[in-house]
Each structure stands twice: as C-alpha cells, then as structure tokens.
C-alpha cells in the first residue's frame, strides 16, 4: 500500500490526488498500467511531484501533441516501463459554417459537455477558424460523441473520428525579450513581461489570476528563478530563461511569451 496520508499531505488538490492516488495503488496491487482521465496542468505537476517520490512507480503523460495542456497520466510499476502508444486518446473533428456565427473554445467545450460528458473526459480542442474545431477526447467517448454533438451555438455541425495525423496544431506564437529588473520579484517580472502596470500585475497575483509552474501563487514578493514558467489567466505564458547580474548589481532576464 501507498503511503496515502504522506502523499495527500497539503495538497492543493485534495479529490483529485486522491483518486490518482488509488490508481497508483491499482497499478502496483494488478502489475497492470493505470491511466486517468484529462488533467489540468496544476492537478498534473502536483501528481508528478508527488508519486515521483515513490521509486516503485513510472509515470508517463501525453495529451496528443506535444503543446497539450490538458493531460491524461500514465501510471505502472517501474519495472515494467511505459510508453505514449500504451495511453489511449481519440481524435474528432466538428465540421460546421461558422463564417456568419463564430464559435470560441468556450462554445465548442460548452456543446460538448452539454451532450452530458463531464470536463475530465475532454482535452484539448484546437480551433479552426470558420470551419469548426477538432477535439481530444476518451476513446470510450467518441462514438456517443459523433451520434449526439449536432450543434455548437447556432449552427449544425458533423462530427467524425479522425487519426492523430489529422491535427491541425498550429506552433505557439512567442516574443523573445530581455529585461533588467532590481529583483526577481514576480510582480516586477511579470509586468515586463505581459507588458502591464506592476501594480495591477500585483493586483491580478492577489486576485491568484497568476500561477507560476501550474501552482496558485498570490504573493507579488514571490521570487521566480530561471526555468520557471508563470502563467497568466487570458494573457498566456511566460517562461523564465537565462538570469545574470549586470555591473549595477541588477538582474537581467530572458524571457519568452507565449500567446
């Protein structure tokens, strides 16, 4: 048996952890790999952290692409190793005309769940404009789905499996940059670079509309280092890169955006 008491100790996401945690143990009592549903990023760092304590388990994650950010999380006994075939994931697509009524991710996530599937059996869907959308679901779910998602907002729409191959993942758009800050301070940080005032950048930290590595962080005195992604709600994310001490005993970052 796990330690569970150990592993939920101050969890963010108590629930959550709790029921990957019954997975983990699933995996090591059957000698079989356990996977979960769709995780968000916070509810997935916070599992890696805390089963990459236990020597005895392999975790493996892989929502599609590679730029997924809702998860599923692969778990088995270390011994018997793991790999991103072995997670299962299937792909749809939802054709429609949405060049006089367009629809948002919200609308698409909002039709799907509105067929009565619950978020964690969702993951990613991808955009495309006028045409409609492509979706990242449970492979137990896209039958039900392609027989019973007809309509997002006004418009009809066809739903279809497709393969993998089919994506169409467009690379994240980034601006490179460099600023010198007095201090790693995330609100000093993170104003440079979402271009914001720091003191509604402080005000959004309050708020916890900002989280650095997936994890709510609400102090604006919080200190970021190099590698540390921060993560702002409706504003995308920016990535930490290389810190120095200039002459004047000042910290010149690079930092990348990503919208």
């Known amino acids: 048996m796990l330690p569970r008491d150990s592993l939920l100790k101050g969890v963010e996401y108590r629930e959550e952890m709790a029921r990957i945690i019954d997975l983990a143990d699933q995996a090591l009592r059957t000698w079989e790999m356990a996977v979960t549903d769709f995780l968000s990023p916070p509810v997935l760092v916070e599992a ?3 089963l990459g304590r236990l020597t005895e388990l ?4 892989w929502g599609g692409y590679p730029q997924a950010e809702r998860q599923r999380l692969a778990i088995n006994r270390a011994d018997l190793g793991l790999d991103l075939a072995q997670i299962p994931l299937a792909y749809l697509e939802i054709v429609g005309n949405f060049l006089f009524d367009s629809a948002s991710h919200r609308d698409f996530l ?3 769940l509105g067929t009565g599937i619950v978020r964690d059996k969702v993951g990613d869907i991808i955009l495309l404009g006028e045409r409609g959308a492509q979706a ?4 137990e779910m896209a039958d039900f789905l392609t027989l019973h998602l007809v309509q997002v907002r006004s418009v009809p729409v066809k739903t279809r499996v497709i393969d993998s191959s089919e994506l169409k993942i ?6 490179e940059m460099t600023t010198v800050e007095a201090s790693l ?5 993170a104003s440079a670079g979402f271009g914001l005032s720091r003191s509604k950048m402080a005000e959004a930290i309050s708020r916890g509309d900002v989280r650095v590595n997936w994890k709510e962080i609400t102090q604006p005195s919080y200190s970021l280092k190099a590698g540390d992604l921060v993560t702002f709600r409706g ?3 920016l990535e930490i890169g290389d810190v120095s001490i200039t002459k004047k005993d000042r910290y010149r970052l690079q930092l990348t955006r990503y919208v």
């Open 48 to 50: 890696q952290e805390r």
């Open 58 to 61: 392999e975790t493996l994650n």
């Open 110 to 112: 909002g039709a799907i």
């Open 136 to 139: 990242i679901v449970l492979p």
């Open 170 to 175: 467009r690379p994240p758009q980034k601006k």
């Open 185 to 189: 301070r995330l609100d000093a940080v």
């Open 235 to 237: 504003k995308g994310r």
